[in-house]
């Protein structure tokens, strides 16, 4: 079956503190891979993408993940946080880039000052 | 860049009437759009994909009678929610594929409320 998984629900991260969100995923084809964010009662904002090449995409606001097919994952990092990132990071994977995508559960950033 | 504009962004209606909600692509055609459905925390799931000018496709479980999609141009999609009920309660959310290569454009969504 098709899936996303996001094993963290909640991460509590102090501002400056290096932090990765996991993402595996279980897909029969060759994923294309995204990362979203969605602060509260708003809608989704893309931070990064992969599709193919180069394994580490970066994204907006100083993101980055790491695609690895042996492992399934598609990690979302950042060197050091801050306050404004505190959010809910969704990871998703569809078929191709048109929209009708498999989203995991949701990871909520809160940071702590 | 492409935008999505979702119209209302919230909404609060008794039980029994109807709502409807209008997804826009404002500055690029869309023949294809998405509705998912949020309920609190949890993700997003989709509902259905409007197809401009015929059907809407619906993934199973959703009620096609109730949620009823109407996508009659290029550029406007729009989700009615049939007698609403509290359980119908949640954040709607539209998107429309960019070009091959790009990702899905989203909607602010609509937070609706059912009381």
């Known amino acids: 079956a098709q899936s996303v998984t996001q094993p963290d629900i909640h991460i509590t991260v102090s501002e400056g503190a290096s932090l990765e969100l996991r993402c595996n995923y279980s897909y029969g084809a060759t994923p294309y891979l995204f990362w979203y964010v969605q602060s509260p009662g708003q809608g989704l904002q893309l931070l990064l993408k992969?599709?193919?090449?180069?394994?580490l995409v970066q994204g907006i606001k100083g993101f980055e993940a790491e695609f690895k097919r042996s492992q399934s994952s598609f990690n979302l990092r950042k060197p050091s946080v801050h306050w404004s990132d505190a959010a809910e990071y969704f990871c998703?994977?569809?078929?191709?880039?048109?929209?009708?995508?498999?989203f995991g559960k949701g990871t909520k950033l809160s940071v702590k000052p | 860049g492409a935008v999505v504009s979702q119209h209302p962004s919230w909404v609060i209606c008794k039980s029994g009437t109807s709502v409807k909600i209008e997804c826009r692509s404002l500055d690029f055609q869309a023949t294809t759009m998405f509705w998912y459905r949020q309920f609190p925390k949890q993700s997003l799931m989709l509902m259905a994909t409007?197809?401009?000018?015929?059907?809407?496709?619906?993934e199973q479980g959703v009620e096609k009678d109730k949620f009823l999609i109407n996508h009659a141009s290029l550029t406007l999609s729009t989700l009615t929610v049939t007698s609403a009920h509290p359980e119908d309660s949640s954040f709607y959310i539209c998107?429309?594929?960019?070009?091959?290569?790009?990702?899905?454009?989203f909607g602010q969504g609509t937070r609706l409320t059912v009381v």
């Open positions: 409007s197809n401009e000018g015929s059907k809407a496709t619906y």
């Open positions: 998703a994977v569809g078929p191709r880039s048109q929209g009708n995508l498999i």
């Open positions: 998107s429309a594929p960019g070009q091959l290569d790009t990702e899905a454009f």
């Open positions: 992969y599709f193919s090449g180069d394994t």
